[in-house]
Nanobody, 125 residues
Framework: QVQLVESGGGSVQTGDSLKLSCAASVSGRTFSQYVMGLAWFRQAPGEDREFLATFNWRSGTTYVSEALKGRFTISRDNAKNMVFLQMDYLKPEDTAIYYC??????????????WGQGTQVTVSS
């Protein structure tokens, strides 16, 4: 099992920045031998869940949704098993609950089995 705890959400104004954090842990296993990658998603009220960015824990490669490149950046602290989402130039349409998710080694791409509880981001105009 992978435990994920998000933090850093809040209420901001248009144009502000926020940095979300996700602390990940694995029970009874070595993290890097169990987790393939960590990702960020978001879900606004009445909308489908949206993929934002992912960090491949083994290769260190990252991917950010094309629609968000230039505003959102994903990074990690490998020693602490944490992944971050830096969000700049926030807009009201970025308002959503933001979730951290984990993909196990051996699982297909885009298959995330573990999810955090989410953190609310609200952007006002």
């Amino acid at each position: 099992q992978v435990q994920l705890v998000e933090s850093g959400g809040g209420s901001v104004q248009t144009g502000d920045s926020l940095k979300l954090s996700c602390a990940a842990s694995v029970s009874g296993r070595t993290f890097s031998q169990y987790v393939m990658g960590l990702a960020w998603f978001r879900q606004a009220p009445g909308e489908d869940r949206e993929f934002l960015a992912t960090f491949n824990w083994r290769s260190g490669t990252t991917y950010v949704s094309e629609a968000l490149k230039g505003r959102f950046t994903i990074s990690r602290d490998n020693a602490k098993n944490m992944v971050f989402l830096q969000m700049d130039y926030l807009k009201p349409e970025d308002t959503a609950i933001y979730y951290c998710a984990a993909r196990r080694i051996g699982r297909p791409s885009h298959t995330y089995d573990f999810w955090g509880q989410g953190t609310q981001v609200t952007v006002s105009s």
